[in-house]
């Protein structure tokens, strides 16, 4: 085993390699810092050592946790890699190629803790035919090394090294992958973090903007898709897009054609990210394969086609505004629900107030329709004709349970629109004054599941359903205290949904 005075190899570059696995959950921490500090301490004493491959990488696997938190660390272990590089890269040797020169990104960093222990033991089996150990100890590959461990730690200052993304790109990715698929990490703010893209894309230098764009893009179907109910997100999104629209709107170019652009959300806010910053385009530019077809930088970032991508996007997003968060027409929906002869189409509804999967599509715009019919046929004056006071009360009751039913199937929510009118007329009828006791002596239409549709044929049109057993009587249907429960229950519900946003922007 190999030993560095008495300490096994194995031991010290098991502690750095839980500083590397680790380094995104750890803050600033005393024992992390030492193990750096002796780390820089022993490559500053002797930069020119031939053993000095072994602080250098040391310094590269924990670089990205020295990046992030080295608070007192850093400093010396910078100074420590230049000394290493400016002693080292002066050698000569007669290799072709280091292996530094093809170590790209936080993959690689990956193999170092056990490549490190096979280049020290001799007796260690090695399995890089194209490397030989001796090529890994060169000074030049050490001191190439130490501007890879530099670059981590000071992105962009360092030259002759592959291109890598910076741990905030990285980061940044992980965590828009993680919400795009449903599962976004642990204190990830879902909606904040949709809108802030907007906000990058506003902010954006110029050569940045065509890949802030595609991560707009690549967030606008989930921003659009109904499960975002915060109006605020759309608009940065679509502020975004409007402030650099121009700057693209009268590119030409004599591209033949562009490249496609990846449909899948993931992938492309991937590489949305990787073109929004000079590394992350030298990144692409190096291997053009690892991100979709492999195009040319040029095409994808072409200004005439972010012209396109932009329009498009910002269609999409407007759309998406309005269907979400527009006003709503519900006036055709008479047809829908009325018969010829005035009444409601009690059987449809009654269907479509089922809790399952196909009668989504319905949901919001019955509810909606059902509200406002209830609001207006309670602003109404009596015709004074036989009946007609006895059927409006119906009804009402009627629409009411329509309308807090449609609130439980719509998926995945009602949007705001949607929300927004409903919620403000159920909140009048919860706020109505009640009667202290109810008028009949039976229980109220059960709300849980909706099982009172069972019962609501009957309770509409008695003539034409006939009653089920334990029918339950007209005045618990028509209660003013039951209207109350079933109003502060919708309301209840919606309320939770949506914050309050008295902002009409
Ligand atoms: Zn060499
Ligand atoms: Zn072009
Ligand atoms: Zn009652």
Same mark, same amino acid.
């Given at each position: 085993?190999?030993?560095?005075?008495?300490?096994?190899?194995?031991?010290?570059?098991?502690?750095?390699?839980?500083?590397?696995?680790?380094?995104?959950? !750890?803050?600033?921490?005393?024992?992390? =810092?030492?193990?750096?500090?002796?780390? +820089? %301490?022993?490559? @500053? *004493? #002797?930069? &020119?050592?031939?053993?000095?491959?072994?602080?250098?990488?040391?310094?590269?696997?924990?670089?990205? !946790?020295?990046?992030?938190?080295?608070? =007192?660390?850093?400093?010396?272990?910078? +100074? %420590?890699?230049? @000394? *290493? #590089?400016? &002693?080292?890269?002066?050698?000569?040797?007669?290799?072709?190629?280091?292996?530094?020169?093809?170590?790209?990104?936080?993959?690689?960093?990956?193999?170092?803790?056990?490549?490190?222990?096979?280049?020290?033991?001799?007796?260690?089996?090695?399995?890089?035919?194209?490397?030989?150990?001796?090529?890994?100890?060169?000074?030049?590959?050490?001191?190439?090394?130490?501007?890879?461990?530099?670059?981590?730690?000071?992105?962009?200052?360092?030259?002759?090294?592959?291109?890598?993304?910076?741990?905030?790109?990285?980061?940044?990715?992980?965590?828009?992958?993680?919400?795009?698929?449903?599962?976004?990490?642990?204190?990830?703010?879902?909606?904040?973090?949709?809108?802030?893209?907007?906000?990058?894309?506003?902010?954006?230098?110029?050569?940045?903007?065509?890949?802030?764009?595609?991560?707009?893009?690549?967030?606008?179907?989930?921003?659009?898709?109904?499960?975002?109910?915060?109006?605020?997100?759309?608009?940065?999104?679509?502020?975004?897009?409007?402030?650099?629209?121009?700057?693209?709107?009268?590119?030409?170019?004599?591209?033949?054609?562009?490249?496609?652009?990846?449909?899948?959300?993931?992938?492309?806010?991937?590489?949305?990210?990787?073109?929004?910053?000079?590394?992350?385009?030298?990144?692409?530019?190096?291997?053009?394969?690892?991100?979709?077809?492999?195009?040319?930088?040029?095409?994808?970032?072409?200004?005439?086609?972010?012209?396109?991508?932009?329009?498009?996007?910002?269609?999409?997003?407007?759309?998406?505004?309005?269907?979400?968060?527009?006003?709503?027409?519900?006036?055709?929906?008479?047809?829908?629900?009325?018969?010829?002869?005035?009444?409601?189409?009690?059987?449809?509804?009654?269907?479509?107030?089922?809790?399952?999967?196909?009668?989504?599509?319905?949901?919001?715009?019955?509810?909606?329709?059902?509200?406002?019919?209830?609001?207006?046929?309670?602003?109404?004056?009596?015709?004074?004709?036989?009946?007609?006071?006895?059927?409006?009360?119906?009804?009402?009751?009627?629409?009411?349970?329509?309308?807090?039913?449609?609130?439980?199937?719509?998926?995945?929510?009602?949007?705001?629109?949607?929300?927004?009118?409903?919620?403000?007329?159920?909140?009048?009828?919860?706020?109505?004054?009640?009667?202290?006791?109810?008028?009949?002596?039976?229980?109220?239409?059960?709300?849980?599941?909706?099982?009172?549709?069972?019962?609501?044929?009957?309770?509409?049109?008695?003539?034409?359903?006939?009653?089920?057993?334990?029918?339950?009587?007209?005045?618990?249907?028509?209660?003013?205290?039951?209207?109350?429960?079933?109003?502060?229950?919708?309301?209840?519900?919606?309320?939770?949904?949506?914050?309050?946003?008295?902002?009409?922007?």
């Amino acid at each position: 085993m190999t030993e560095i005075d008495g300490t096994p190899l194995h031991d010290l570059v098991q502690s750095w390699e839980e500083i590397q696995d680790e380094f995104d959950f !750890w803050g600033p921490d005393g024992e992390h =810092d030492r193990a750096v500090l002796d780390c +820089a %301490a022993r490559l @500053a *004493a #002797d930069p &020119a050592a031939g053993d000095a491959y072994v602080w250098v990488l040391g310094l590269t696997i924990m670089a990205p !946790w020295t990046n992030c938190c080295g608070v =007192d660390s850093r400093t010396q272990a910078e +100074a %420590a890699l230049r @000394a *290493a #590089d400016t &002693a080292q890269r002066v050698r000569s040797c007669d290799h072709d190629s280091h292996p530094y020169e093809s170590h790209d990104g936080h993959d690689a960093d990956a193999e170092l803790p056990d490549l490190l222990l096979r280049i020290a033991d001799e007796s260690a089996e090695w399995y890089e035919e194209d490397q030989p150990r001796e090529v890994w100890r060169c000074p030049r590959n050490v001191a190439g090394f130490a501007r890879i461990a530099l670059d981590i730690l000071r992105p962009g200052e360092v030259d002759d090294v592959p291109p890598r993304l910076s741990l905030q790109d990285r980061a940044d990715i992980e965590s828009l992958e993680a919400l795009l698929e449903l599962y976004p990490k642990a204190g990830t703010d879902v909606a904040d973090e949709i809108a802030s893209q907007g906000g990058y894309l506003y902010h954006a230098q110029p050569e940045d903007r065509p890949g802030r764009l595609q991560v707009v893009r690549a967030v606008s179907w989930h921003a659009v898709s109904g499960m975002i109910q915060d109006r605020s997100v759309l608009r940065s999104l679509i502020n975004g897009v409007e402030k650099v629209l121009p700057d693209f709107a009268d590119a030409t170019c004599d591209h033949a054609e562009h490249p496609k652009l990846s449909g899948h959300s993931t992938s492309a806010a991937e590489l949305g990210i990787v073109l929004s910053t000079p590394a992350g385009r030298r990144v692409y530019t190096h291997n053009p394969d690892r991100y979709g077809d492999g195009a040319p930088l040029e095409q994808l970032v072409c200004p005439a086609y972010m012209a396109q991508v932009a329009q498009e996007t910002l269609t999409e997003l407007r759309a998406g505004r309005d269907r979400l968060f527009g006003p709503r027409d519900t006036s055709h929906l008479d047809a829908e629900y009325l018969r010829a002869d005035g009444l409601l189409d009690i059987q449809k509804i009654t269907e479509r107030l089922q809790n399952v999967s196909w009668n989504e599509q319905y949901a919001d715009e019955l509810g909606l329709w059902a509200a406002r019919r209830y609001d207006r046929l309670g602003q109404t004056e009596d015709s004074g004709r036989p009946g007609d006071q006895a059927r409006r009360v119906r009804e009402r009751a009627v629409l009411l349970l329509t309308a807090h039913q449609t609130m439980t199937v719509s998926y995945p929510a009602p949007p705001y629109a949607v929300a927004r009118d409903i919620l403000a007329i159920m909140r009048t009828v919860a706020a109505a004054p009640r009667p202290d006791r109810c008028p009949h002596t039976d229980a109220h239409p059960p709300l849980d599941a909706g099982d009172f549709r069972d019962g609501l044929p009957h309770f509409y049109t008695p003539d034409a359903f006939p009653p089920l057993d334990g029918a339950l009587s007209v005045e618990s249907w028509t209660c003013a205290r039951f209207a109350g429960e079933v109003a502060a229950k919708c309301a209840g519900a919606l309320e939770r949904l949506y914050e309050e946003d008295d902002d009409e922007g």
